[in-house]
C-alpha cells in the first residue's frame, strides 16, 4: 500500500493531492524557480486532528514529513530540498482569532502576511513581520521575522506567547515559557520542521499607529 493511499482512504479529512494529478506541478512551484522538488505527496491539513494523523501514519511507514506553511521558500524548505518526502501542507489551518482587550491574536500556521496584516489591522493591530504578503507565517515566524516595526517591537518570533506543537510521536503540545520551555524557546530560534510541526500562533499584537515613516536609501 503507497503512503498516499493509505492516508487518502482512511484518515485525513483534508484532500491528498498526488504526482499524476493535473493540480500537482503547480503546488509545488514557488518563488525560486530555479530549482524545484517533487514530493511524494501533497496532504493538505484542516486541523490539529489532521496533523496528527499525518505525522501517525509517516512515522509508523518510516517516511519523511516536511511542514510546509506558504511555500514561499527560495531555499525549498517547504519541499524540504529534496525529493521523495512527504509535504505535510497548513494552508487551510488558518483561522485568525483576535482579543483585543488582551493585545493576542491566535493565528493559524497557515496564515500569509498578507491576511494576517490585514485582519489584524482592521482591529486596530499589527506585529513585526516581514514585508512580502505572500510569506506563510509559519516558517517566517520560526525563522525569526525582521520588518520595519522590528526595532520597536522587536522580530516576529520574540512577540510569540504560546504555540501548538504536534510532536514526532503525534502528540499535541502547548508550549510556552512555563510549559514546555526549552521545546519553547528552541522553536523561537531555528525550529522550522525541526522540533515539531507548528500549527497555531499565540501573538502579542501591538496597536497600529496613525501614522507610519520610512525611508530608502539607494547608493549608486
Same mark, same amino acid.
Given at each position: 500500500?503507497?503512503?498516499?493511499?493509505?492516508?487518502?482512504?482512511?484518515?485525513?479529512?483534508?484532500?491528498?493531492?498526488?504526482?499524476?494529478?493535473?493540480?500537482?506541478?503547480?503546488?509545488?512551484?514557488?518563488? !525560486?524557480?530555479?530549482? !524545484?522538488?517533487?514530493?511524494?505527496?501533497?496532504?493538505?491539513?484542516?486541523? !490539529?486532528?489532521? *496533523?496528527?494523523?499525518?505525522?501517525?501514519?509517516?512515522?509508523?511507514?518510516?517516511?519523511?514529513?516536511?511542514?510546509?506553511?506558504?511555500?514561499?521558500?527560495?531555499?525549498?524548505?517547504?519541499?524540504?530540498?529534496?525529493?521523495?518526502?512527504?509535504?505535510?501542507?497548513?494552508?487551510?489551518?488558518?483561522?485568525?482569532?483576535?482579543?483585543?482587550?488582551?493585545?493576542?491574536?491566535?493565528?493559524?500556521?497557515?496564515?500569509?502576511?498578507?491576511?494576517?496584516?490585514?485582519?489584524?489591522?482592521?482591529?486596530?493591530?499589527?506585529?513585526?513581520?516581514?514585508?512580502?504578503?505572500? *510569506?506563510?507565517?509559519?516558517?517566517?515566524?520560526?525563522?525569526?521575522?525582521?520588518?520595519?516595526?522590528?526595532?520597536?517591537?522587536?522580530?516576529?518570533?520574540?512577540?510569540?506567547?504560546?504555540?501548538?506543537?504536534?510532536?514526532?510521536?503525534?502528540?499535541?503540545?502547548?508550549?510556552?515559557?512555563?510549559?514546555?520551555?526549552?521545546?519553547?524557546?528552541?522553536?523561537?530560534?531555528?525550529?522550522?520542521?525541526?522540533?515539531?510541526?507548528?500549527?497555531?500562533?499565540?501573538?502579542?499584537?501591538?496597536?497600529?499607529?496613525?501614522? *507610519?515613516?520610512?525611508?530608502?536609501?539607494?547608493?549608486?
Amino acid at each position: 500500500m503507497y503512503l498516499a493511499d493509505f492516508i487518502s482512504f482512511k484518515f485525513l479529512e483534508g484532500p491528498v493531492i498526488y504526482p499524476n494529478d493535473t493540480l500537482f506541478p503547480s503546488l509545488i512551484i514557488d518563488q !525560486n524557480i530555479r530549482v !524545484n522538488y517533487t514530493p511524494t505527496v501533497l496532504v493538505y491539513a484542516i486541523d !490539529n486532528k489532521d *496533523v496528527q494523523k499525518a505525522v501517525k501514519c509517516v512515522v509508523e511507514l518510516k517516511r519523511d514529513i516536511v511542514p510546509r506553511s506558504g511555500g514561499h521558500s527560495y531555499e525549498k524548505y517547504g519541499l524540504s530540498g529534496r525529493d521523495n518526502v512527504f509535504v505535510l501542507d497548513l494552508t487551510f489551518v488558518n483561522s485568525i482569532t483576535i482579543n483585543s482587550e488582551m493585545k493576542t491574536a491566535k493565528i493559524g500556521a497557515g496564515n500569509r502576511l498578507g491576511n494576517v496584516y490585514n485582519q489584524l489591522n482592521q482591529a486596530g493591530f499589527l506585529i513585526p513581520a516581514g514585508l512580502c504578503p505572500s *510569506v506563510g507565517i509559519g516558517g517566517h515566524a520560526l525563522g525569526g521575522g525582521f520588518g520595519y516595526y522590528s526595532r520597536k517591537y522587536g522580530l516576529a518570533c520574540n512577540n510569540i506567547i504560546s504555540m501548538e506543537v504536534v510532536d514526532g510521536k503525534g502528540n499535541i503540545l502547548h508550549v510556552d515559557s512555563n510549559t514546555n520551555s526549552d521545546l519553547y524557546f528552541a522553536l523561537k530560534g531555528a525550529g522550522g520542521g525541526s522540533y515539531g510541526i507548528v500549527t497555531y500562533f499565540v501573538f502579542r499584537i501591538h496597536p497600529t499607529p496613525p501614522q *507610519v515613516t520610512y525611508m530608502e536609501l539607494a547608493f549608486n
